[in-house]
T-cell receptor
């Protein structure tokens, strides 16, 4: 079936550094999402993106976070600077339509901030 | 803000048992409600959705929705060890899906 690829699968960085998480969504999908999951806890919405713009973001999407998808390439989540509490697994998802459309998820990028 | 609560937190059943998972939500927006399955180290995978009140069956899965009582349930017939995973209820809210905390299912041979 359709696949969402996330690169890298694991990233270890020092607190205060910048990190970029990359997502290759399903090719014809139009809506893109980032979710955050701390081990054993709930999948929490960060942000979604459509037509080059953020549609909605949560309180977890701090000022240090940004998203973009330049020229239809990777959908990226950038954190600058990182904090210890940013350690989590970040899942990218995409969908053809919005809201009640089926989301296709990647396998996640585990971010460890030391 | 939509709130999604799932029960039970975890469940251990013998192979072949019927499994029932519950989900309560706070706002009955007129959109489809989803169940996802998540294996360790993987992203969630959509299993089944339901839009209208009543039930919907797909293979060994049956989902029931009652918007008046803000409740949806997932039932897995003839459970298999490969069904062992975390099951997530997902409810639409504005332009996103809000997930419950999940039910961890273990099916023991």
């Amino acid at each position: 079936g359709p696949k969402v690829l996330q690169i890298p699968s694991h990233q270890i960085i020092d607190m205060g550094q910048m990190v970029t998480l990359n997502c290759d969504p399903v090719s014809n999908h139009l809506y893109f999402y980032w979710y955050k999951q701390i081990l054993g806890q709930q999948m929490e919405f960060l942000v979604n993106f459509y037509n080059g713009k953020v549609m909605e973001k949560s309180k977890l999407f701090k000022d240090q976070f940004s998203v973009e998808r330049p020229d239809g390439s990777y959908f990226t989540l950038k954190i600058q600077p990182t904090a210890l509490e940013d350690s989590a697994v970040y899942f990218c998802a995409s969908s053809l339509g919005r809201r009640s459309e089926r989301l296709f998820f990647g396998h996640g990028t585990k971010l460890s901030v030391l | 803000q939509e709130k999604v609560q799932q029960s039970p937190e975890s469940l251990i059943v013998p192979e072949g048992a019927m499994v029932s998972l519950n989900c309560s939500f706070s706002d009955s927006a007129s959109q489809s409600i989803w169940w996802y399955q998540q294996h360790p180290g993987k992203g969630p995978k959509a299993l089944i959705s339901i839009f209208s009140n009543g039930n919907k069956k797909e293979g060994r899965l049956t989902v029931y929705l009652n918007r008046a009582s803000l409740h949806v349930s997932l039932h897995i017939k003839d459970s298999q060890p490969s069904d062992s995973a975390v099951y997530l209820c997902a409810v639409p809210s504005f332009s996103k899906l809000v997930f419950g905390q999940g039910t961890s299912l273990s099916v023991v041979p």
